[in-house]
Every structure is written in structure tokens, then in C-alpha cells.
């Protein structure tokens, strides 16, 4: 079976993860079962870690067993592929401050025990300090200061790697996109070494991608 990245399968072109709940879809997502295993079709046009993988970043930090910070969980749909991936090993800390959103992630860790939800404002990371050291920090943020938030979170959680789905548009409405992801670029690079970059277009219009290693 083919492999974009371990945990991370190609079915005719899509990205896949295998079901850690067999039986369920999260999002209404497609499942396939190969022997005794399914796998969940991991739909780019709604989560943009799955665009970035089709759109060929190389690399790829959350592994089995990972810890995994993300902030702006949403209702959880990357949220439960990065649970596939790190399995029961790892765990997945889903920060969200819209109520409603809240309430699918708390629905969605009552079937992945390896998900915690945690109903947080991401730029103030002290107020869950409890979370400790992360291996990733992944951000998907509408905030104009999603890069510093991001940044904010990964030193204060001493995180190894960073990652990003940059909205352009969210940070200045009127400024190229371009212009947008060379200037977030270099504020990453305060404290990061840039591993990957890619644009999500066609499949998230005006959003850039990067994965970062954060500098010891």
C-alpha cells in the first residue's frame, strides 16, 4: 500500500488514515476497508493538512505516538486524521474558544480517547499550561497575529516542530497574499528553521503552509 507519509496512505490520489474507530466517519468522510483494516479518505477541500500533503510538503512531524498541540481545532475534522495518525500512544490537545465548536470536539474525544479538548483562547497559552512539553504545535487560526500566537505557544510549550495553515486574507485583506506569506516567513524565522512551504490553491484559496523546525 502506498504511503504519502507513515500513517498517512494514497487511495487513487487521496490521502487516507486508518480508522482508530472502525465503523465511524467523522464528517461524513468515505471509508474503505482493506482486510480488517478501513481507512478514512482524508478530504482536502475540507481539511487543509490533507491539502498540504496532496500539495506535496515533505514534511511531516506528526508521527505515531506524537503530542500534538493544535489551536483553532474547530469541530474536529483534521483534528480526528491527527488522532489516526498518533494512535493510542499519542495524545491530541484541541484548543477552540467558539462554544458550538466546543461542543463537536467534546463529542468526538468521547469516541477517541487520545483527544482532549480544551476550551481555551490560543493566545493566552498560560491558561493551559497543564498540556507540558509538545512534540508539534499546528496552528489553523483566524487571527490577523496567527503567526505570533503560533510562535507564542511553541516556546512556551517547548515544541520541536511548527506548523501552519496561513490565512492570508485573515492577516491583510489588502495586501497580495504573496506579500503576506514572505513577510510571515520572516517572522517564523526568528525562531524557526522553514522546512516546507506550499500554497493550497485551488483547494484553500489565498492560504500558504508551512512546517518549521523550531530553533534550540
Known sequence: ??????????????????????????YGEKRIQVGKDEFRIWEEKRSKLAAAVLKGIKNLPIKEGSKILYLGAANGTTVSHVSDIVGLNGFVYAVEFAPRSMS???????????????????????RY????????VYADLS????????????VFFKSGFVMIALKARCVDSSEK????????????????????????????????????????
Open 129 to 136: 499550561a497543564e498540556v507540558g512539553k509538545v512534540d508539534v
Open 104 to 126: 463537536d470536539l467534546i463529542s468526538l474525544s468521547e469516541k477517541r480517547k487520545n483527544i482532549f479538548p480544551i476550551f481555551a483562547d490560543a493566545r493566552f497559552p498560560e
Open 143 to 154: 487571527d490577523p497575529q496567527q503567526v505570533e500566537i503560533l510562535l507564542r505557544n511553541a
Open 177 to 216: 497574499p504573496k506579500v503576506i506569506y514572505d513577510k510571515s516567513r520572516k517572522e517564523l524565522e526568528e525562531k524557526c528553521r522553514i522546512l516546507d512551504f506550499v500554497i493550497l490553491d485551488p483547494f484553500e484559496v489565498d492560504h500558504g503552509f508551512f512546517v518549521g523546525e523550531v530553533k534550540s
Open 1 to 26: 500500500m502506498k504511503q504519502f507519509f507513515p500513517g498517512v496512505y494514497s487511495f487513487g490520489g487521496k490521502a487516507a488514515t486508518l480508522n482508530m474507530v472502525k465503523g465511524i466517519s467523522v
